[in-house]
């Protein structure tokens, strides 16, 4: 089981679709991201929040846009994608500030497996 | 920004061998490395971390050594079991906003 939930777990769109992926954790933790992971890669770090306020956007195309609604919600709005933003979309959360050892591992959804037709 | 590379891109061993994954980071002011473990069409899950003021680490078969100066560190499990069977990722950062991940191991553990 997995204390990040994400939904839906499959999404399929066209290129001029809407649509919203959604990311809800219950563990307290202050700090929400969302990864991006293409067959056979290592995750690909999207956006941070950080006690509700963006922090770092890795310089991700405008189609993609997030929203932090509360501590406990993460969402990816996504708008006029393209075929090569197929991929699986994971959302993570950590606590914020780390623990007292400094360590402040990523906790992982099980993701959103996007397809863009 | 931190560069994290990662070898071997592809392990098999036998199963009870032990197997050794390596790591190196090129951002001197990391100082924190997990360790994930992904099975096929799962998400990937955290097996061992580790913080640059400590050189090694051990949980059961899984242990982590860092060797700070030469900014390498490896990810050991003993006793290897067809479970194990996964991709790896080694991890690297100062903080997680700037988290960076080698490019993973597939690991394949043969009965």
């Known amino acids: 089981d997995t204390e990040v939930t994400q939904t839906p777990k499959h999404l399929v769109m066209g290129m001029t679709n809407k649509k919203s992926l959604k990311c809800e954790q219950h563990m307290g933790h202050r700090a929400m991201y969302w990864y991006k992971q293409k067959a056979k890669k290592p995750p690909e770090l999207m956006f941070v929040y950080s006690y509700e306020k963006l922090s770092i956007n890795e310089s991700v195309p405008s189609r993609f846009s997030p929203e932090c609604p509360n501590s406990s919600l993460l969402n990816l709005h996504l708008h006029a994608l393209q075929p090569e933003d197929s991929a699986l979309y994971l959302c993570a959360s950590s606590q914020e500030p780390p623990t007292s050892r400094g360590l402040r591992p990523l906790h992982f959804g099980n993701g959103t497996r996007l397809t863009v037709t | 920004g931190e560069n994290v590379e990662q070898h071997p891109s592809t392990l098999s061993v036998q199963e009870g061998d032990s197997a050794v994954i390596k790591c190196t980071y090129s951002d001197s002011a990391s100082n924190y490395f997990p360790w994930y473990k992904q099975e096929l069409g799962k998400r990937p899950q955290l097996i061992i971390d580790?913080?640059?003021?400590?050189g090694e680490k051990k949980d059961q078969r899984i242990a982590v050594t860092l060797n700070k100066t030469a900014k390498h560190f490896s990810l050991h499990i003993t006793e290897t079991q067809p479970e194990d069977s996964a991709v790896y990722f080694c991890?690297?950062?100062?903080?997680?906003?700037?988290?960076?991940f080698g490019a993973g191991t597939r690991l394949t553990v043969k009965p």
């Open positions: 580790i913080r640059s003021n400590v």
């Open positions: 991890a690297a950062s100062q903080n997680n906003n700037d988290m960076r």
